[in-house]
């Protein structure tokens, strides 16, 4: 993995959020332009105060930030979104997320549910971005930003407001591309609900395939070089997870004994590609079992349970 890249005399640096105290689980990736800069994510509310300060350390002040495009609107890409939009950035999009950033009552509360008491201390504050800050993207539509040329991607799967953005060869694939630490050749797939669907995944990544990429920069987390490797590693762990699933969902184990399967088999994979414990724990902080886990079943439920 590496931190930094360089597009068409572009520096795209890679901003680490330290979530929690994490180092290396959610990024942003800054961009300067002739005006001012882009960012791709703005993680959640609660790092604003750390990605301020790598703002500070490359020049630039939050004021600055002229557009901000979002590959999706879960809290721990999008949060800041509404934050920036009330300091003059330009929100990018997808135009199913676009109303939960209008109106974000619906999607905290949806949130809510799953992360409980937490949700201040993960997520800190979700501000409403103002319709006039709001740029509502669509499928292979280009943005252009002075001499910057985004292309989105709709690319569902993991969300059906998914977008991955591609600049030249440089992609930005959100989750879809799934979580890799630095330094790691392991493959986890966040798998949250209620949106979760192994086929439209696939077809996803069939449209990575499909474009000339050199450089894959998933938001968990980086810039890393080896974008055949790592895209036929997503590949195989849609086909790991749809073999698990097949072979323990039709059981209907008792919720416990699910969960003990669940995080044996992805114990597994972990060993079997050398992950030690502290890159583990980093995994899980961008991407939590529990969540995967109810993703999962209401994947199934929805779409394999034979009724």
């Not at 992950?275 to 079992?289: E, F, K, M």
Request: charged share 20%.
């Amino acid at each position: 993995m590496q931190n930094e890249l360089l597009v068409k005399d572009h520096p795209i640096h890679t901003i680490d959020l330290n979530f929690m105290g994490i180092e290396g689980s959610i990024a942003c990736f800054l961009i300067p332009h002739r005006n001012g800069v882009v960012l791709i994510e703005c993680g959640p509310g609660s790092t604003v105060p750390v990605l301020q300060v790598h703002l500070s350390s490359h020049g630039f002040s939050a004021e600055d930030v002229t557009d901000v495009l979002l590959t999706h609107i879960h809290l721990d890409h999008a949060g800041a979104a509404g934050w920036f939009a009330e300091r003059g950035a330009q929100i990018h999009v997808h135009p199913i997320g676009a109303p939960h950033l209008i109106d974000p009552q619906k999607l905290l509360t949806s949130a809510g549910r799953i992360y409980g008491e937490k949700m201040d201390l993960l997520w800190g504050e979700f501000l409403p971005v103002p319709e006039s800050q709001l740029t509502v993207q669509h499928d292979r539509e280009v943005i252009q930003i002075e001499d910057l040329s985004f292309l989105p991607l709709e690319t569902t799967g993991h969300a059906s407001h998914h977008f991955a953005y591609l600049l030249e060869g440089a992609c930005f694939s959100g989750d879809i591309a799934g979580v890799r630490m630095a330094g790691a050749r392991h493959i986890r797939l966040p798998m949250p609900p209620p949106e979760f669907h192994l086929e439209g995944w696939r077809n996803s990544l069939e449209i990575l395939y499909s474009q000339e990429i050199t450089h894959i920069l998933p938001t968990h987390f980086g810039i890393f070089s080896d974008p055949e490797w790592h895209l036929g590693a997503v590949g195989r762990a849609l086909d790991e997870v749809d073999a698990w699933m097949i072979e323990f969902l039709p059981q209907e184990l008792p919720q416990e004994e699910f969960e003990a399967e669940f995080l044996n088999w992805e114990r597994g994979r972990a060993n079997a590609d050398l992950i030690n414990s502290h890159d583990i724990n980093v995994y899980r902080t961008a991407n939590p079992s529990e969540i995967s886990m109810l993703g999962i079943q209401r994947y199934w439920r929805k779409y394999r349970q034979e009724p």
